[in-house]
């Protein structure tokens, strides 16, 4: 069976030319390892699940598509369906420049170019009514799993039962208690496949609006509302009814899960749904700036002012939601790898002492009947073989290895064999670990320093085509890098646990970086561009005040004072001093 390989690509707002980068060189070495005559099958590799938050959803709608159907269009390091959108063609140029639908009242920037960018590197492709013959990128599984990270301004209930209360006048009855909570963590997903059933402008017109709502940032562009059917994954268990569409409003979907890597793990499960190929499994995290300290010793109990507070909780409660996917896989990780360490020691104990069989076997049968207690006894039977069955898989080498030697002291293996399995499988259904796996993930980042369009809170790409190509190619570096790295590792062949890729050659026609870029001046922007971008910044926050203050006099006072203020904070900025 060949390696399985999910990529979960993370909000950048202008760096997403950096991610860009990265995610060419992976591809394309994938692509060349998969083609090239040494690579057995079980060695090549497929990418079988994409998710995107933010800048990362508009990439990965673009990516999915373009692997599934458009093949060449990946190919070329510097004319390919990522370089194009990132590098070329989102400028501040267009983005100052409203029309169409923009209004000046809703966002600071053209929504509008973003939309004529999804339709040309998206819906293009439906643009003449039938699209051209399907090409499947040498990297691309025969379907791909696309999560697209999203967040739900009005909100999706959903029940909770938190106990049951015994009726006074009726002791022998329960009545159920439930509480309501709303949520706006939202997502969407679905599976392309390589057929004329998914390749259509009507699912991708859906896909491209979806994409573009999670790359919304907050006041830079207008709010999307989005069609949604109460039957899609993200709302089960919630009180939407299944058959019937709902209209919600959709802003940046970084806001609530900028680091899609648990959508990953879902859409990986539901593929691997019985989870016996975890061993093959593998993800990659592409994401501007490392993973780094965010602790903040500039707040204490004296300067703990009302704007001090203020900043420092909205930092806390960003900080704290951004990591919890982390928080969650290394936990997980951590239990798994102590349940294999517990069933190996099980597992040593019965090869010195294979008369202790019995034991394990009547201590095991105790503890699976009170652990599997879901259904009838058919029922639980059924699926306490299921999940022996799965184990038997998962443990081959430490089964037959206790079969072998048991056999040889004269006792029967399988006996033996069969009775430290029920152990583990009690072992695992305590610790509620059936249905995890241990993710091996694999992440391509970069320092601050290192990227152009860090400046101006990662806007800083779209000033300047010059930045967006120079973060495109330590995007590349960095995963050429990575790649080395990994095809040396792997010269001496697959090892367990270890992402095979060895069959390339990476960094076609890559230019050497230029120094310094990363910490680039403004000043060096053009000053009309500059200037041009503070005055629609003033513009904006100055309809703020409108929007929010009736009194004439204290909108007057307020737009003053905001000028003022504002105006000497953006020239600091965008070095207009």
């Given at each position: 069976?060949?390696q399985k390989?999910?990529?979960?690509?993370s909000?950048?707002?202008?760096?997403?030319?950096?991610?860009?980068?990265?995610i060419?060189?992976?591809?394309?070495?994938?692509?060349?390892h998969?083609?090239?005559?040494?690579?057995?099958?079980?060695?090549?590799?497929?990418?079988?699940?994409?998710t995107?938050?933010?800048?990362?959803?508009?990439?990965?709608?673009?990516?999915?598509?373009?692997?599934?159907?458009?093949?060449?269009?990946?190919?070329?390091?510097?004319?390919?369906?990522l370089?194009?959108?990132?590098?070329?063609?989102?400028?501040?140029?267009?983005?100052?420049?409203?029309r169409?639908?923009?209004?000046?009242?809703?966002?600071?920037?053209?929504?509008?170019q973003?939309a004529?960018?999804g339709?040309?590197?998206?819906?293009?492709?439906?643009?003449?009514?039938?699209?051209?013959?399907?090409?499947?990128?040498?990297?691309a599984?025969?379907s791909?799993r696309?999560?697209?990270?999203?967040?739900?301004?009005?909100?999706?209930?959903?029940?909770?039962?938190?106990?049951d209360f015994?009726?006074?006048?009726?002791?022998?009855?329960?009545s159920?208690?439930?509480?309501?909570?709303?949520?706006?963590?939202?997502?969407?997903?679905?599976?392309?496949?390589?057929?004329?059933?998914?390749?259509?402008?009507?699912?991708?017109?859906?896909l491209?609006?979806?994409?573009?709502?999670?790359?919304?940032?907050?006041?830079?562009?207008?709010?999307?509302?989005i069609?949604?059917?109460?039957?899609?994954?993200?709302?089960?268990q919630?009180?939407?009814?299944?058959?019937?569409?709902?209209?919600?409003?959709?802003?940046?979907?970084?806001?609530?899960?900028n680091?899609?890597?648990?959508?990953?793990?879902?859409?990986v499960?539901?593929?691997?749904?019985?989870h016996?190929?975890?061993?093959?499994?593998?993800?990659?995290?592409?994401?501007?700036?490392?993973?780094?300290?965010?602790?903040?010793?500039?707040?204490?109990a004296?300067?703990?002012?009302?704007?001090?507070?203020?900043?420092?909780?909205?930092?806390?409660?960003?900080?704290?939601a951004r990591?919890?996917?982390?928080?969650?896989?290394?936990?997980?990780?951590?239990?798994?790898?102590?349940?294999?360490?517990?069933?190996?020691?099980?597992?040593?104990?019965?090869?010195?002492?294979?008369?202790?069989?019995?034991?394990?076997?009547?201590?095991?049968?105790?503890?699976?009947?009170?652990?599997?207690?879901?259904?009838?006894?058919?029922?639980q039977?059924?699926?306490?073989?299921?999940?022996?069955?799965?184990l038997?898989?998962?443990?081959?080498?430490?089964?037959?290895?206790?079969?072998y030697?048991?056999?040889?002291?004269?006792?029967?293996?399988?006996?033996?064999?069969?009775?430290?399995?029920?152990?583990?499988?009690?072992?695992?259904?305590a610790?509620?670990?059936?249905?995890k796996?241990?993710?091996?993930?694999?992440a391509?980042?970069?320092?601050?320093?290192?990227l152009?369009?860090?400046?101006?809170?990662?806007?800083?790409g779209?000033?300047?085509?010059?930045?967006?190509?120079?973060?495109?190619?330590?995007?590349?570096?960095?995963a050429?890098?990575?790649?080395?790295?990994?095809?040396?590792?792997?010269?001496?062949?697959?090892?367990?646990?270890?992402?095979?890729?060895?069959?390339?050659?990476?960094?076609?026609?890559?230019?050497p970086?230029?120094?310094?870029?990363?910490?680039?001046?403004?000043?060096?922007?053009?000053?009309?561009?500059?200037?041009?971008?503070?005055?629609?910044?003033?513009?904006?926050?100055?309809?703020i005040?409108?929007?929010?203050?009736?009194?004439?006099?204290?909108?007057?006072?307020?737009?003053?004072?905001l000028?003022?203020?504002?105006?000497?904070?953006?020239?600091?900025?965008?070095?207009?001093?």
């Amino acid at each position: 069976m060949s390696q399985k390989l999910a990529i979960a690509i993370s909000g950048a707002v202008s760096l997403g030319s950096y991610e860009a980068g990265v995610i060419y060189e992976i591809v394309e070495a994938i692509a060349q390892h998969n083609t090239h005559p040494d690579t057995a099958e079980e060695e090549r590799i497929e990418i079988d699940v994409i998710t995107g938050a933010s800048a990362g959803a508009m990439t990965a709608c673009i990516l999915s598509q373009k692997l599934m159907f458009e093949a060449e269009a990946l190919r070329q390091p510097c004319a390919n369906a990522l370089y194009g959108p990132w590098v070329e063609d989102v400028d501040i140029t267009g983005l100052l420049k409203l029309r169409g639908q923009d209004d000046p009242n809703f966002s600071i920037l053209s929504s509008e170019q973003i939309a004529e960018l999804g339709y040309k590197y998206v819906m293009q492709r439906y643009a003449a009514g039938q699209p051209t013959p399907r090409q499947r990128h040498p990297a691309a599984a025969s379907s791909i799993r696309l999560g697209l990270a999203m967040s739900n301004l009005n909100g999706v209930d959903y029940a909770v039962e938190v106990t049951d209360f015994p009726n006074v006048a009726d002791p022998g009855s329960r009545s159920r208690r439930m509480f309501t909570y709303t949520r706006h963590k939202d997502f969407f997903t679905c599976e392309i496949q390589d057929q004329d059933a998914d390749d259509n402008p009507k699912l991708w017109q859906k896909l491209e609006a979806i994409a573009r709502s999670s790359g919304a940032f907050p006041f830079a562009f207008r709010l999307l509302q989005i069609q949604r059917e109460g039957s899609d994954a993200s709302f089960a268990q919630s009180v939407l009814s299944p058959d019937r569409p709902y209209s919600f409003v959709y802003t940046d979907g970084g806001v609530f899960e900028n680091e899609p890597l648990g959508l990953a793990k879902d859409l990986v499960d539901e593929i691997d749904r019985k989870h016996l190929n975890h061993g093959d499994r593998f993800y990659l995290y592409v994401a501007p700036g490392a993973k780094s300290s965010t602790v903040n010793p500039n707040i204490n109990a004296e300067n703990a002012t009302y704007l001090n507070t203020g900043a420092a909780l909205a930092g806390a409660i960003f900080t704290q939601a951004r990591f919890q996917n982390w928080i969650a896989t290394s936990k997980i990780n951590a239990a798994i790898r102590q349940f294999e360490q517990q069933a190996k020691e099980l597992s040593d104990v019965l090869l010195k002492s294979p008369q202790l069989r019995m034991a394990f076997s009547s201590v095991a049968d105790n503890l699976l009947s009170v652990l599997y207690i879901q259904g009838t006894s058919v029922e639980q039977q059924q699926q306490i073989m299921l999940d022996r069955n799965r184990l038997r898989h998962q443990f081959t080498e430490e089964y037959d290895r206790l079969v072998y030697a048991s056999t040889k002291t004269g006792v029967p293996g399988e006996e033996v064999a069969e009775s430290w399995l029920k152990l583990v499988q009690a072992l695992e259904k305590a610790q509620n670990l059936g249905t995890k796996d241990v993710m091996t993930v694999y992440a391509i980042t970069s320092e601050d320093v290192e990227l152009a369009g860090e400046q101006l809170f990662a806007f800083g790409g779209f000033l300047d085509q010059s930045f967006r190509k120079h973060d495109y190619d330590v995007g590349r570096h960095k995963a050429v890098h990575f790649l080395q790295q990994l095809q040396a590792l792997n010269q001496k062949g697959k090892g367990e646990g270890q992402l095979y890729l060895t069959n390339f050659v990476p960094g076609h026609n890559l230019a050497p970086l230029q120094p310094d870029l990363g910490k680039v001046d403004l000043s060096k922007v053009d000053l009309k561009t500059r200037q041009a971008l503070k005055a629609q910044l003033v513009d904006r926050l100055q309809r703020i005040v409108d929007s929010v203050e009736g009194r004439i006099w204290v909108r007057w006072l307020l737009k003053l004072s905001l000028r003022i203020f504002l105006s000497k904070r953006l020239n600091e900025l965008l070095k207009l001093e």
